[in-house]
């Protein structure tokens, strides 16, 4: 009897070697992601993104749909972080809630939620609450996320 061809047991060898996301390893990454955002490092976190990755914001309404608030490309979405960076004074408190890893371990989809309290010149404080969701992906060797949707809520009290 004869085994598998040596062009499958390469491709087998190879697929065995490519690595694969862990769920540590995807929160080791958002961490670093939270911590580039509440260090005010616009730069260091658009480095978590891919190039192609895309920013959308929405909000959850009194019915329970969604209304769409817009949506950004990482440019565009680094120049609106300098800008709230340069303004504001904040705090905000993230957490993942769940991670979802693909069946080939190349991505995973990361569910969360965050509270962040907004201080701007001559406005009162506020607070807001959303849900997140990403994927992340292995690219150019490293993690990386394909952009983040926010989904603005109601805060509880």
Known sequence: MRGPPLVVLAALS??????????????????????????????????????????????????????????STLAQATAQARRFFARARFRETATVDRVE????????????HETTRIETSGHPPRTLCAETEQTVIFARGRILSRGQTDTGLRCPH
């Open 101 to 112: 890893i693909a069946a080939d371990g190349r991505s995973a989809r990361v569910y969360g």
């Open 14 to 71: 190879a697929a065995a070697a490519e690595p694969r996301l862990t769920e540590p390893a995807v929160r080791a990454f958002v961490a670093r992601q939270e911590a580039a955002w509440t260090g005010r490092d616009a730069q260091a976190f658009a480095a978590t993104f891919t190039p192609d990755a895309v920013f959308v914001d929405q909000a959850r309404n009194s019915n329970g749909g969604v209304t769409s608030n817009g949506s």
